[in-house]
């Protein structure tokens, strides 16, 4: 009876090892089929690129205010000096809804004691208060804009910063850049495909990369000609790329 065993289990044996082997073979066969018969395919990649005169100019600007304990007054203060310059503005022909205040915030000024070694310092202590507001501004005028900051200094701020200029609406232009991207990669498609001596195939795949750099201009009011009385800076706004690149992927027949 064990006899009979031994020989059923190695005849089982025998068999599985069959099988296996027979599966493994079909396994590579199959893999090399898919792997040869994959569709072959290439990528081309084109910029396409507009210039633009900005039509757009936007700076910051602030009234930093300090003074001693009485917050109120000192509050006051400060929003006569932001005011005064948010009428010139208004006056100057700048809309509403160019007008943006970005923050407004107040901190403490303390008093430190100079230690001695022969003496315990006290606790820090308040003395008073700073009051920082920044309003955001956007010039549609772009000849105005050196008039501006320079007006904006003598109604009360007392900096100004980050003047940049920029397209206001892109969307035709990114129009524009897309369809030269896309006309210079089917181009170089073809031109490759003919140097390939082969024929292209449907498309595969289109990604897109988008760019649009903004020079921006930086002032600050202590510089010559900001500081009130001056003439107003010149401002040129230059030009603005918008750049876009495209990737065709396509079938290779």
Request: with cysteine.
């Amino acid at each position: 009876m064990n006899e009979k065993i031994k020989d059923l289990l190695g005849v089982l044996g025998i068999v599985f090892l069959a099988t296996l082997s027979v599966s493994a073979f079909l396994f590579v066969r199959f893999v090399g089929r898919t792997s040869s018969t994959a569709t072959p395919s290439f990528k081309v990649s084109a910029e396409g690129k507009v210039v633009a005169i900005p039509d757009v100019a936007e700076f910051t600007f602030g009234v930093v205010t300090e003074g001693g304990l009485s917050l109120g007054e000192l509050q006051e203060e400060n929003t006569e000096k932001i005011n005064g310059a948010i009428d010139f503005l208004k006056e100057s022909g700048v809309k509403d809804k160019d007008i943006k205040t970005q923050n407004y915030y107040v901190s403490p000024r303390y008093t430190y004691c100079m230690y001695n070694f022969d003496e315990i310092c006290p606790p820090e202590e308040i003395t008073g208060y700073v009051i920082t507001q920044d309003v955001e501004v956007k010039v549609r005028e772009l000849a105005k804009a050196g008039e501006l900051i320079a007006g904006i200094v003598e109604h009360g701020a007392n900096s100004v910063s980050q003047l940049s200029f920029k397209v206001d609406d892109t969307a035709e232009l990114e129009a524009e850049a897309r369809e030269q991207a896309m006309q210079k990669a089917r181009d170089k498609a073809e031109a490759t495909a003919k140097a390939g001596n082969f024929r292209l195939g449907r498309l595969l795949s289109v990604s897109e990369n988008f760019d649009s750099p903004i020079q921006p201009m930086y002032y600050d009011v202590k510089e010559g000609g900001m500081g009130g009385g001056g003439s107003s800076p010149s401002i040129e706004p230059g030009s603005q790329e918008v750049v876009i690149n495209v990737t065709l992927e396509y079938q290779i027949k």
